[in-house]
């Protein structure tokens, strides 16, 4: 039934015609008379009833809830709230001096320009500069810098930097002297929002006894925030045909999840998954994209200029590609005539040197290598 809701002087007129329909006699109901303000005080009473009401209604339902309400709402189901995601990327270590080797251990911290923003080494044991044995990444002497992978430490949305304002070393590393990135960070994510949690409740309702792809794709969703993944059936990890078989690929955001979520992962779908078949959970591969364009300037435009804000630009689209999505040679030249107006003329598109669409299948990414920008 719904709740038909008055405000203070809709009560008052209502009580006032049912007070008036029952007297035999003209009653006084101007203001200041003693009858008016009895009815003033009743309707009080009443608008705070009517609140109290709103309050325990909106509390019993998932769809009105809301904060801490909703968690206890949906706690009943053993549904919790995703926390915060952080965010990652990679920094460039640089010294002046290389004649000798150096090393930049797991832990190190790096902040913005600003102090606002820290974030620290990760290990990835992938990373050509990677050693197990000083639990680092080695600057060999001769070489100039090093890119590592970093997280952020405080994880949310406000981790996702722009290009460049990583400047700062948490504290000094023998041998380092400088440190930048050279593209923004992505993935970090506030805690799950309100709607987004009653969004996964229906998924959770809906993929309840079922053993489908949605069933699936929601234990994933479950792990972690900002996860973007596909599912490919009846195909082995190579990409044969292999009945009764699934592979699921999953990305953070970085191109290169860690064992720990791929594990995490692992153990959702094990929950799900139907009977008699078997699975496998993998890391995406990464295609690199080295792009190579031509740009002209139109007349008061600074050819320079344009140049790092077309690279941005191009940059910033690829790295956003998700699983399975190609990139298009045309959208490269679409890409750099809306990064600026002052760009009159773009030429000589290449992707990995050719000429061709570089296409991704589900269980790949298209990550940015090389912007050369001319």
């Known amino acids: 039934m719904l709740l038909q809701l008055q405000n203070f002087n809709t009560l008052v007129q209502t009580m006032a015609a049912t007070v008036q329909s029952a007297a035999t006699q003209l009653l006084d109901l101007t203001v200041g008379s003693t009858l008016r303000a009895v009815l003033e005080a009743s309707a009080s009473i009443g608008l705070w009833m009517q609140w109290l009401i709103l309050q325990v209604l909106q509390t019993t339902r998932a769809a009105t809830s809301v904060g801490s309400d909703l968690d206890s709402w949906m706690a009943d189901f053993s549904l919790v709230r995703l926390p915060a995601s952080a965010s990652v990327g990679s920094v460039l270590f640089s010294r002046f001096t290389t004649t000798q080797a150096a090393l930049v251990p797991v832990g190190t911290l790096v902040r913005t320009a600003d102090g606002t923003q820290s974030f620290?080494?990760?290990?990835?044991?992938?990373?050509?500069a990677w050693s197990a044995a000083q639990n680092g990444y080695v600057i060999a002497a001769g070489v100039a810098s090093v890119?590592?992978?970093?997280?952020?430490v405080v994880a949310g949305a406000a981790g996702n930097v722009q290009a460049g304002v990583v400047t700062l070393l948490g504290s000094a590393i023998p041998g380092v002297d400088t440190v930048t990135n050279?593209?923004?960070?992505?993935g970090g994510l506030d805690a799950e929002s309100d709607p987004?949690?009653?969004?996964?409740f229906q998924a959770y309702i809906n993929s309840r006894s079922l053993a489908t792809p949605s069933a699936v794709g929601y234990a994933i969703a479950s792990v972690q925030q900002g996860l973007d993944y596909t599912i490919q059936e009846n195909v082995s990890p190579?990409?044969?045909?292999?009945?009764?078989?699934?592979?699921?690929?999953?990305?953070d955001g970085s191109g290169s999840p860690s064992t720990t979520?791929?594990?995490?992962?692992?153990?959702?779908?094990?929950?799900?998954?139907?009977?008699?078949?078997?699975y496998a959970v993998q890391p995406p591969g990464v295609l690199t994209a080295n792009i190579s364009l031509g740009i002209t300037a139109a007349a008061n435009s600074q050819l320079a200029v344009l140049?790092?804000?077309v690279g941005a630009a191009i940059t910033s689209y690829v790295d956003a590609l998700k699983l399975g999505q190609s990139l298009p040679l045309s959208r490269i030249v679409q890409l750099a005539y809306d990064a600026d107006p002052g760009v009159s003329n773009v030429?000589?598109?290449?992707?990995?040197?050719?000429?061709?669409?570089?296409?991704?299948s589900p269980a790949q990414l298209v990550k940015a290598g090389t912007v050369a920008v001319g």
Do not use: E, K, W
């Not at 050279?182 to 992505?186: E, K, L, N, T």
């Not at 987004?196 to 996964?200: D, I, L, T, V």
């Not at 030429?347 to 991704?360: Q, R, Y």
């Open 120 to 128: 620290v080494v990760s290990a990835v044991p992938t990373n050509p």
């Open 147 to 152: 890119s590592v992978p970093v997280v952020a």
């Open 182 to 186: 050279a593209a923004p960070f992505q």
């Open 196 to 200: 987004a949690f009653r969004a996964r």
């Open 238 to 251: 190579a990409g044969l045909s292999t009945m009764g078989n699934f592979v699921v690929t999953v990305d």
């Open 261 to 278: 979520l791929l594990a995490a992962v692992t153990g959702a779908i094990d929950a799900v998954r139907p009977v008699g078949t078997t």
């Open 307 to 309: 140049v790092g804000t």
């Open 347 to 360: 030429s000589g598109v290449t992707i990995n040197g050719g000429t061709s669409d570089l296409l991704a």
